[in-house]
């Protein structure tokens, strides 16, 4: 009987999430007791629909492609589970032969995995969780697949952004970077600077409360000084009451909506400063970017693919591959089996530690963990107003 | 006695007018007749100050960088010129032996040009233009340096963006372009498409008057189709009237400030139609990107240095570099002098071939003028979704 595998995307993708299908589909291929990849083609939905696509039957050549197309090449969702639906799941998995179920994803697909990990421990069908976000807020690793390919686009959005506005320095320039909760990705912008001075001048992470006398006070004293002033915000930036910093704009009955923290704050400077003022909001184009992907987080992500169905196949289930950053001083991981219950829905943020006192910049202990995930040094540029 | 050259850069930067500024130098280098090329660092107003260095003393490894530099090297300026400003420009020209004076902006840096030549043409100080503007709406031009890097970078954005939403099929996305006046960045975004059905789903330009009505029915029949649509829109989207599509949110005494087309249309979908919506506003990051350069435009904007350095030794003044295209199948162009006088202030916008009928997408015939300047096909993607 063969022994199929199963994988599901859960959740926004990444800029490597199809770098962790190839290591699965790749290990698959060099192993004679695992059958057919199958990929379930637009996340847990796809299992009840049972829209599987034989994944192992593409040419090599093919696949590669999946190191460098970003967004999911499966499909993923947002599908609510209940616990019926887990039931379910379990009889569809025994009609296709699949003794390993991949889930890829980040806090509430591993949740889901728990859930489905608990409907099959007796049926010998083996679940193991494959870590991926962009926000880097799962727990029990060191960092997540996703997260070095968003760091390395908003340090270099932020380095290039800098460039613009120390060329013509008329402007404070707001930057929002994605992170609702945790401010991992804003805080990576700091890996754009090379020397004292360099922009992004200013961070400000949803770990702290937003405060914004000091805000207008920061951004004041800086262009006196410099003109052109670059600031890196949260989109979740909220005041000490937990709400946000930006007024909803309307309400459905749904959802509040609000509109964008940085356009917010470029409003603000100007009406408070009467200082120029824009925003940038890069968006989806920060975890969608092929060219700013991060060539260690795609190794990472790969090898995390790999792993999880090498750990399928040797009896492990009810896990997640973690990351263990091996202590010295040059960069090296190792995976590692975390129990998925120690996972589920714990969201983690940055320490106290990896941000300064003011809270509004981070520390050199975090630029040190950092720097290694963007896989490699930004490009060097001349500019000529340094030689003067 | 020594000749020499001066680089003045004026207005917003591109991702390549410093590769303009290497060709000047490495022109002056291998010219015997020319001295130093000094840089005035800070725009038209480095030029009064006297800031000014000498680019020829760097080593070519270091200037070399330039060639991937965004932003201005030698910064730039929105400075005012008044008639006074001319007649002192000449006497600092001859202070410093300048005999080549180049300038490198959009319409107005062209008009500040046309003028400096007017000053400067008994003196023996011959004044040639470089054009340079992402906007691409300079006239007499098949097309400008600067441009093909920004609709690399839309169309590179649109394609990974709209593989994000295929693959998570949730909403409606509104990315918003630059070019307040003139569509062609926004336009570049079709260049994302490999085939039919590709993203981006509509495209909106500043060449016609935004029909809100039309716009909810055109986004709401391909929700109702597929899902997740991608809207690359202008920032410069505009009412039958002429005024912007925003209301204004607030006004000092010098300016009125409208708030952003991308979040204001995303507000739109989702009041209107009760679809969920997200704006993308990469702004900055889409004339600074590096590595979203077209290799097309950075060599023609260095060989726009180049003959604009080789006209003004040969006795050009008053005039324009320009590029015509050379009839064929292998796309070509070859350098042109235009008359500054023809060029200054005249805005140059996207031809109503270039347009649909509708006014939501661009034409076939866009597509073909446009894909040269890229410089090379995007990346192939692999999405299963194709296969079943």
Redesign the interface.
């Known amino acids: 009987m063969s022994q199929n595998v199963l994988v599901v995307?859960g959740?926004?993708?990444t800029a490597v999430i199809?770098a962790s299908l190839y290591g699965v589909i790749e290990e698959a291929k060099r192993n004679p007791e695992v059958g057919k990849v199958y990929?379930a083609?637009?996340?847990t939905g796809a299992i009840f629909s049972e829209?599987f696509?034989d994944?192992t039957s593409f040419e090599d050549d093919?696949?590669k492609?999946?190191l460098?197309?970003?967004?999911?090449?499966?499909?993923?969702?947002?599908y609510p589970l209940y616990e019926k639906d887990y039931e379910k799941m379990a009889e569809i998995f025994r009609k296709y032969d699949i003794k390993y179920v991949l889930l890829n994803g980040g806090n509430g697909t591993m949740d889901a995995c728990g859930h489905i990990y608990e409907v099959c421990r007796n049926l010998d069908i083996r679940v193991v969780g494959i870590p991926k976000t962009i926000d880097n807020d799962i727990a029990m690793t060191d960092h997540c697949p996703g997260y070095g390919s968003a760091a390395r686009y908003i340090a270099?959005?932020a380095q290039?952004?800098g460039?613009?506005?120390?060329?013509?320095p008329?402007h404070v320039?707001i930057m929002e970077a994605m992170g609702r909760n945790a401010g991992w990705i804003t805080a990576a912008s700091a890996l754009a600077r090379r020397k004292q001075g360099d922009a992004p001048h200013l961070i400000y992470l949803p770990e702290r409360n937003f405060n914004e006398t000091e805000f207008l006070e920061d951004v004041s004293r800086l262009y006196e000084k410099q003109g052109g002033v670059l600031v890196v915000v949260s989109e979740g930036l909220h005041n000490a009451n937990g709400e946000s910093i930006v007024p909803p704009?309307?309400k459905?009955e749904r959802a509040v909506?609000y509109?964008?923290v940085s356009?917010h704050l470029a409003?603000l400077v100007?009406?408070e400063l009467?200082i120029k003022a824009?925003?940038?909001?890069?968006?989806?184009?920060g975890?969608?970017?092929?060219?700013?992907q991060s060539p260690v987080d795609r190794e990472e992500a790969r090898m995390a693919g790999i792993q999880a169905l090498r750990s399928a196949v040797e009896g492990k289930s009810g896990v997640m591959i973690g990351f263990e950053r091996i202590p010295g001083d040059i960069y090296q991981i190792q995976p590692k089996l975390v129990p998925i219950k120690e996972v589920m829905l714990y969201e983690r943020k940055m320490p106290d530690t990896y941000i300064n006192e003011r809270g509004n910049d981070v520390t050199e202990e975090f630029i040190n963990w950092c720097k290694p995930l963007i896989g490699g040094d930004l490009?060097?540029?001349?500019?000529?107003?340094d030689?003067?």
């Open positions: 995307h959740g926004g993708p199809n990929g083609i637009g996340g829209t696509l994944l093919k696949l492609l999946l460098h197309t970003p967004a999911s090449a499966i499909g993923s969702s947002r270099a959005s290039e952004v460039e613009d506005i120390k060329s013509l008329i320039c704009i309307f459905t909506y509109g964008d356009s409003n100007v009406k009467g824009r925003s940038e909001k890069p968006g989806l184009c975890r969608a970017s092929v060219a700013l490009p060097e540029f001349l500019n000529f107003r030689y003067i």
